[in-house]
């Protein structure tokens, strides 16, 4: 048994369990409707998941999805209010300041040599702050192109609605994967999180690598973005504080490697889905307190730290052994 | 020049010059490597191997010379860039990376791939027949973190193979193995010369140079000192050429017959630790040097962490000048004058990014207390203190000491102990991994230490070392000592026979 494939087990184990737990109480939450919803609901949060992935992997973090998201919010309904674009050119212009904008932050991470942490926290700070710059106020989006993406779905049998974003969201997860394990860059991404100097002496194009890892981030953010202004119809520069967080989470709870180094696009999928089924069994129930998610979530992230450790630990000190009797 | 005519040289490098602000490290310096022979490369640390090795591989830019593959001048600009011309190198601490599988290993970089997709199969199945090239018969879609240092090392060198294939140069390959993988490294190189490599080996070993190379060039301060068939040349002539002077402790033929004055001040009875060590006796007397002797696992650094404290035993007694003293942590043997110098400086002793003087005042500053602070003044002092009586390399005591050769590492760590006074001083593998001259230093100083009254207990494989210093030398095998031997009876035969037929009289 290949010890990497452990901490997505325990993933996957959990979620069963979880919705095990669910169901025993719930006997309605196993149906597509809720799924459905899993997946719509989450979509925004999933697809900034999947970009995070990459990040950690490669030893990296990534502070600025959250105001990126935002400030993509407040950037569509700005120029959809003001210019009378259709909203496919406006999606173009913003997917490419936001890809840009993570590879400025690369760039700046690679040729500057500074931590990822302050580097996409100053992001974090300037991409909120755009967001207030173009609108402080809740701008509302009403174009016919928004209401028909909206009313779009796939009816799922037991009728269940899979929506665009929810739809878009299983694609980019399953970009990520084929990205992640069937091409050079996402072996590069796991060598980079191996060690970035083993990986340079390696031939691992570093600097390259290392600004597509964070423009991939800002893409996703970006295209995360334009999901939550569908979700929402609306452009806040208030909105998803902190959601760079819940994203983390979901990478981590997904089984991986804080450190960077390991990991599976796959297991955030599932990190997300454990996050929603918190939340709608929280809805279920009806009499928690929704900071019950956060509680649980924290326990999880937890539990998942000291697994994680746990796992290093043992690895490390069967490795010990094994050279100890060789 | 070699008298090998027959061929044409695969790589010739000539008048090679590098220059470092202060220092010449490489002063035109000639080297040739022929097709299918294994070339050592020999000198003490800073004689230049590394910055010449460097200089081939295009990690550093070199400041004159020509360097020639296969008659074609060459100018790589990085490792990379020496791969695509066939140069291939391969470290001491392997440069691969734990969290890929074995394949991705192999072909980082250079995956097969199928419409823009790497193809998995087609890497496992290559990867599988180049590992069986080497006798490894490992799945390739494991971590390479699950397997061994050796392992490890033949991956390393099969990347460097498939990626290079007409130069391979080990950078020190052998010093983390154990005898047995040596020998299969031995012969994977030896495959590998047959195929028409040629390999550049840098080593420590005296003995394994003799074993595997075809041909030694020495190199001392910067310079080239000579090319020589190994087959010409013996260890006292290769050890002159590093040295440039005979290695006086080489020619001591048996331990220290002047037995150490006075009764032990140090008894251990029937101390041990279940598991670690059998219990065993242990006097030491003042001023004397017990050597202990034994194989890698035998349970000598077991026997110098229990009586260190850094695992506590649970059977005997210690007594200090009669008195019975506890032993249950190092703190407790910190009190009671005794100090620790691990076998593996790297992970238990320096602390690489504080400076020389941090390191030096550490084990006195946690012996009086952290609340008190040893003056900065003092601390500067006591450290140019011991950086000229010990003579520690360095430019200053404000340095990093991972900055320093494992000379003058294992030489600080000495002095961190030597600052609290002790009166007990263990030294585990002193003199692993570090060059001849520094050995000799090392050596030099552990005799002046118990002349000044210090009692040592040194842990060493190397016996030869052993008879130059040691006033007793205990044998350890299987975790239990099993022999003592005083004076005239000190010579490497008798620790090899008691090591030996100890083994022996296992097997029957």
């Known amino acids: 048994m290949n010890s990497r494939f452990l901490p997505l087990l325990a993933t996957v184990a959990i979620f069963i369990l979880a919705y095990a737990v669910c169901y025993a109480q719930f006997p309605a939450m196993l149906s597509t409707r809720v799924i459905g919803n899993l997946f719509t609901d989450n979509a925004f949060l999933g697809i900034i998941a999947v970009g995070m992935t990459f990040v950690i992997i490669s030893g990296g973090i990534d502070l600025s999805v959250g105001s990126v998201i935002a400030f993509s919010g407040v950037f569509i309904s700005v120029m959809l209010r003001d210019t009378g674009l259709h909203p496919i050119p406006v999606f173009a212009v913003l997917l490419l300041i936001t890809t840009l904008f993570g590879a400025a932050m690369g760039a700046t991470i690679h040729f500057l040599e500074m931590p990822a942490f302050i580097v996409t926290l100053a992001g974090m700070f300037l991409a909120r702050g755009m967001a207030y710059v173009l609108s402080i106020d809740s701008v509302p989006i009403t174009h016919d192109f928004y209401s028909a993406i909206q009313s779009f779905y796939w009816l799922m049998p037991g009728k269940g609605r899979l929506t665009f974003i929810g739809g878009l969201m299983l694609v980019v997860f399953i970009a990520g994967m084929l990205v992640a394990h069937r091409t050079r860059f996402g072996t590069n991404v796991y060598a980079l999180g191996g060690g970035t100097h083993t990986a340079q002496l390696m031939g691992v194009p570093v600097a390259r690598t290392t600004i597509a890892i964070y423009a991939l981030s800002g893409f996703l953010a970006g295209l995360s973005g334009i999901v939550f202004s569908i979700y929402t119809s609306a452009g806040y520069s208030l909105a998803t504080v902190g959601v760079e967080l819940d994203a983390i989470a979901a990478v981590v709870i997904g089984g991986t490697l804080l450190t960077g180094g390991s990991g599976f696009i796959a297991g955030t999928l599932i990190g997300v889905l454990i996050m929603g089924l918190i939340q709608i069994y929280i809805i279920f129930d009806g009499t928690l307190s929704s900071w019950w998610t956060k509680i649980v979530v924290g326990m999880l992230l937890f539990a998942f730290i000291v697994l994680q450790k746990g796992l290093v630990w043992f690895t490390g000190r069967n490795r010990a052994s094994a050279a100890g009797t060789s | ?508």
């Open chain 2, 1 to 508: 020049m070699s008298e090998v005519a027959n061929s044409r040289p695969l790589l010739r490098a000539t008048g090679v010059t590098k220059i470092f602000p202060g220092t010449v490290a490489l002063d035109h310096v000639d080297f040739t490597l022929q097709p299918a022979e294994v070339h050592a490369l020999l000198g003490e640390n800073g004689a230049g191997k590394s910055t010449l090795i460097k200089c081939l591989t295009g990690a550093y830019r070199r400041d004159d010379g020509d360097i020639l593959l296969n008659g074609e001048p060459v100018d790589p600009r990085g490792t990379l860039d020496a791969q695509s011309y066939g140069i291939g190198t391969v470290y001491q601490e392997v440069n691969l990376l734990p969290n890929l599988s074995v394949a991705e290993n192999l072909f980082l970089g250079h995956q097969p791939t199928r419409f823009g997709m790497i193809s998995g199969r087609e890497m496992t199945r290559r990867a599988r027949e180049t590992l069986s090239q080497y006798g490894l018969d490992i799945d390739p879609a494991r971590s390479l973190g699950d397997f061994s240092v050796a392992v490890q090392q033949v991956i390393a060198i099969a990347r460097a193979v498939n990626l290079s294939g007409k130069v391979l140069i080990l950078d020190e390959p052998t010093a983390s193995l154990d005898s047995g993988e040596v020998k299969m490294l031995f012969d994977i190189i030896r495959s590998l010369r047959d195929r028409g490599i040629g390999i550049i080996f840098i080593s420590h070993f005296l003995d394994q140079v003799f074993e595997i190379s075809d041909r030694v060039t020495v190199l001392r301060n910067g310079r080239l000192i000579g090319t020589e068939d190994a087959a010409n040349i013996d260890r006292v002539q290769l050890v002159n050429m590093m040295l440039g002077r005979e290695l006086e402790h080489e020619t001591r033929e048996t331990g220290k017959t002047d037995l150490a004055p006075g009764a032990p001040w140090l008894e251990f009875d029937d101390f041990g630790k279940k598991g670690r060590i059998a219990p065993f006796d242990l006097k030491i007397r003042p001023g004397e040097v017990v050597g202990m002797a034994g194989l890698l696992g035998s349970g000598r650094t077991e026997t110098a962490e229990t009586l260190f404290g850094a695992v506590t035993h649970d059977s005997g007694t210690a007594r200090s000048r009669g008195e019975e003293i506890e032993l249950r942590s190092p703190r407790d043997a910190v009190a009671a004058g005794f100090g620790f110098c691990p076998e593996d400086r790297k992970i238990d002793g320096i602390i690489a990014d504080l400076s020389v003087r941090e390191n030096i005042i550490l084990a006195l500053q946690a012996r009086i207390g952290w609340a008190r602070p040893v003056p900065r003044r003092r601390q500067a002092e006591m450290a140019e203190d011991f950086i000229r009586r010990l003579d520690i390399r360095t430019s200053d005591a404000e340095k990093p000491v991972g900055l320093l050769s494992g000379g003058n590492q294992q030489k600080v760590l000495l002095a961190r102990w030597l600052a609290t006074n002790p009166k007990f001083l263990i030294l585990d593998e002193p003199t692993r991994g570090i060059d001849v001259g520094a050995h000799a230093e090392i050596i030099h100083l552990i005799e002046e230490l118990c002349a000044e009254g210090m009692s040592l207990l040194v842990i060493s494989s190397e016996l030869d070392e052993l008879v130059a210093y040691s006033h007793r030398v205990i044998v350890v095998r299987d975790r239990h000592h099993v022999a003592e031997l005083v004076g005239a009876d000190i010579t490497t035969d008798n620790m090899v026979d008691a090591i030996a037929s100890a083994h022996n009289g296992s097997a029957t």
